[in-house]
């Protein structure tokens, strides 16, 4: 319920963000033209979002016979966890790591690297498969796909009013009025992405605990998960794994975001050595 309620606050705050800047912007015309795009964003949002997240990260579906190691292993857990089988991805990169999507448990998703099935033997696998399915179990993986939406949105409005301001905006505004219509856009373009991050960070740091819980209920071995992250944190390092901004939250181990700066300040999941004390009660020496 309370995951039903923040989309719902989410989408209604993305209307209404597009709405008082398509009206500040454009007057009569930008409100007409914002309210079109809310209309589409939302209705996107809510259908789209976990196809939009799954082409984002390049993932293909996996077949039973490519994985049947997968396949047996999804399947114990869903029983396990009660939801229904999500459907399987991969995603053809070495760097470690995982996410899972969808609008509800009846249509989700889960993806996993090759990295990440190449470094992590099956008890790993487990856990971090329990740790996607947690996030399907929590009903939170709309959340999370619509933040996506939301942060890329966000970050869109800010390059259309530069832009808009550049080539004398949608017309019938107040920025002429009240001046610095340049500044003001070049504002947008630098404030647009940092409003997304904070968006994204709010939603997803606690979420991550949640799912780690929920994974290691799910597995009935937090251990699992624990060298898991252990060693996703060490391989990624290495092998890094570039996505948008707006993807970040979505995965497993928060990967390299491009432009990214202030990492630690901005990171949209918890710190892995907190997530493994907490997990198992110590960090691995």
């Not at 996410?99 to 033997?121: K, M, Q, W, Y």
Request: glycine share 10%; aromatic share 8%; net charge positive.
């Amino acid at each position: 319920m309370w995951n039903n309620l923040k989309t719902t606050f989410l989408l209604a705050a993305m209307t209404g963000l597009f709405l008082a800047v398509g009206d500040w912007w454009g007057g009569r015309n930008g409100l007409i033209l914002a309210l079109v795009l809310a209309g589409v964003m939302n209705l996107g949002s809510y259908f789209f979002s976990d196809k939009i997240a799954l082409m984002s990260s390049g993932a293909q579906p996996i077949a039973r016979e490519q994985n049947p190691r997968i396949y047996q292993i999804v399947e114990r857990l869903a029983a396990k966890a009660n939801v229904p089988v999500p459907k399987i991805y991969f995603i053809p990169t070495d760097s470690p790591n995982a996410f899972a999507t969808g609008r509800n448990p009846h249509h989700a998703s889960v993806a996993v690297t090759r990295g990440i099935l190449e470094i992590c033997d099956d008890e790993e696998i487990e856990g971090v498969l329990a740790h996607e399915l947690g996030h399907v179990k929590n009903r939170d993986i709309l959340t999370s796909a619509v933040v996506a939406t939301l942060a890329g949105a966000i970050t869109m409005i800010g390059h259309m009013l530069w832009y808009a301001d550049l080539f004398g905006g949608f017309g019938g505004g107040q920025r002429d009025e009240r001046g610095g219509g340049v500044l003001s856009g070049l504002a947008m373009m630098i404030l647009a992405p940092l409003a997304a991050t904070l968006i994204q960070l709010a939603i997803s740091r606690s979420r991550e605990y949640e799912a780690d819980h929920t994974g290691a209920e799910i597995t009935g071995n937090p251990m699992g998960l624990a060298r898991a992250l252990d060693k996703i944190d060490k391989w990624a390092k290495r092998v890094p794994m570039k996505v948008a901004p707006s993807m970040a939250h979505l995965y497993l181990y928060a990967p390299l975001t491009t432009g990214q700066v202030f990492s630690s300040l901005f990171s949209t999941h918890p710190p892995i050595r907190k997530r493994i004390e907490r997990l198992i009660g110590r960090d691995f020496v």
